[in-house]
């Protein structure tokens, strides 16, 4: 390649968490980064903080119904996404498309069925792209995550911090850059070779619901 290439990467949820660790991850690589997401002065900081050179302007439809909201983000904001950048990475000579999934997209457990259900989506949507972009330099990777200690518990209990807290009681669970580092493993392999799938979780955890706690 010629040394003035430099691969360019969109990342959405890019405020915190695993947007702001890949964010960061793949611009020590070399990456030129598009970030957006709702929290716009948040992303103008992640982006500062790894001397990258955009954040976009996010499109905020939040309700009042945190499940109506659940949806728009996880299945409405991917599909809306995905069809506004595909003309863009056809035209690339290589393409690559990173949704991130959950556990929570091939597993159910009481009380999480409005979450599920959109990680369902999400997993669906993943292996349909993949059929549909068949036959295209277009590669399609989910990345599944179980545990991660990140702001999405604090979101859940509504800045309960002891709440979200005691999610991770006992137990040593992911964080953010471990599933950077995924995402960085997906992207930099050749072309030919496509990651369908990571499934990720901490070792103490074997199922959503089955966690191996200390103490």
Known sequence: ???????????TGASSGIGAATVVALGRLGYRIAAGARRLDRVRRVVGE???????????????????????????GLMRMTRACLPLIRKARHGHIVNLGSIAGFETYKGGAGYTA?????????????LELNG???????????????EFSLVRFHGDRKAAKDVYKGVKPLVAADIADCIVFAVT???????????????????AWLVARKG
Do not use: C, F
């Open 1 to 11: 390649m010629a040394n003035s290439y430099r691969p360019v990467a969109v990342v």
């Open 50 to 76: 790894s001397g990258l050179a955009s954040g976009l302007n996010p499109i905020d439809q939040a309700r009042d119904d945190e499940w109506v909201e659940m949806w728009e983000v996880n299945v409405l």
């Open 118 to 130: 959109s990680k369902h989506a999400v997993h669906a949507i993943s292996r349909t792209l993949r």
């Open 136 to 150: 295209e330099p277009i590669r399609v990777t989910e990345i599944e995550p179980g545990m991660v200690e990140t």
């Open 189 to 207: 392999r050749p072309p030919h070779v496509d990651i369908d799938e990571i499934i990720v979780r901490p070792i103490a955890q074997a199922a």
